[in-house]
């Protein structure tokens, strides 16, 4: 079974950028969706962006315009480009794939350990 990889979390100030990576250890080509969660204490996990195969790709409304997704099928790579932080961008970032559901609504078959991102006020 494929694994994914998260890094490139860490501690970043209010307006600062990262970015995060994941990446997989067998092909991802053959998961339609490949998406970015997070999860903050006291909060239920959400879907933050995703990407399809061919290209298309989604945003949550609290991010868009600030992040970026960007798949690589022949690196098998998943990346968010993440600017203009705030701090309710502060959470724990999971990578997932996802052979069904809709690219607003993806179900998950497979997913990360999760990468921390804290951002200071």
């Known amino acids: 079974q494929v694994q994914l990889v998260e890094s490139g979390g860490g501690l970043v100030q209010t307006g600062g950028s990262l970015k995060l990576s994941c990446t997989a250890s067998?092909?991802?080509?053959?998961?339609?969706?490949m998406g970015w969660y997070r999860q903050a204490p006291g909060k239920e996990r959400e879907l933050v962006a995703a990407s399809r195969s061919w290209g298309s790709r989604y945003y949550a409304d609290s991010v868009k315009g600030r992040f970026t997704v960007f798949r690589d099928n022949d690196k098998n790579t998943l990346s968010l480009n993440m600017s203009s932080l705030q701090p309710e961008d502060t959470a724990i970032y999971y990578c997932a794939a996802a052979s069904s559901g809709t690219i607003q609504a993806p179900i998950p078959r497979i997913w990360g350990q999760g990468t921390q991102v804290t951002v200071s006020s």
């Open positions: 067998g092909s991802i080509f053959s998961f339609d969706i």
